[in-house]
């Protein structure tokens, strides 16, 4: 376990270690710690999302992707970047929502389990609606978008 740690550490920072050192010093300055934290439990849930989808024979798509590869689902990030309230928050979630299910629909039956027990949720639900909020409020930064959309193009 440790042997492929250390193999995808190196792979990721191989000749990115200054970009990656900065990028890093700009995440723990612009994010807050519960920010990072909700980011790897997100990406983690989303890279097994992509896992079942590839051992079941389907794309290779999860929500994450999807919303980076969509011209509407980006603009109404871009929106949400500017007023994060939480009246904005949840219209972003709805029209983002309407999108995914008009094009991909099935992307929405995604397991929550998994974030749900990271994140404490015991006595109130962790629904689609909370996870798609989650979602948002990590990609809401343009830097982080543009670092993603750098990575999967």
Do not use: C
């Not at 999302?49 to 990030?77: M, T, V, Y």
């Not at 500017?82 to 991909?104: C, G, T």
Request: glycine share 2%; charged share 25%; hydrophobic share 45%.
């Amino acid at each position: 376990m440790s042997a492929y740690g250390e193999q995808a550490i190196k792979e990721l920072l191989a000749n990115t270690a200054q970009a990656d050192m900065e990028h890093l010093n700009w995440l723990l300055s612009e994010y807050q710690y519960e920010d990072l934290w909700l980011a790897q439990i997100v990406s983690i849930n989303e890279r097994a999302s992509l896992h079942f989808r590839a051992s079941q024979g389907l794309e290779p798509i999860n929500i994450l992707l999807f919303i980076l590869r969509d011209e509407e689902a980006k603009n109404i990030i871009s929106e949400l970047a500017q007023d994060m309230s939480l009246e904005r928050l949840e219209q972003a979630v709805n029209r983002v929502k309407r999108v995914i299910q008009q094009q991909k629909g099935e992307l929405l039956e995604v397991d929550l389990r998994l974030p749900a027990l990271f994140l404490g949720f015991k006595d109130e639900p962790y629904d689609l609606d909370a996870y798609l909020a989650d979602i948002l409020q990590i990609l809401r930064p343009t830097e982080v978008r543009r670092l993603l959309m750098s990575r999967i193009s």
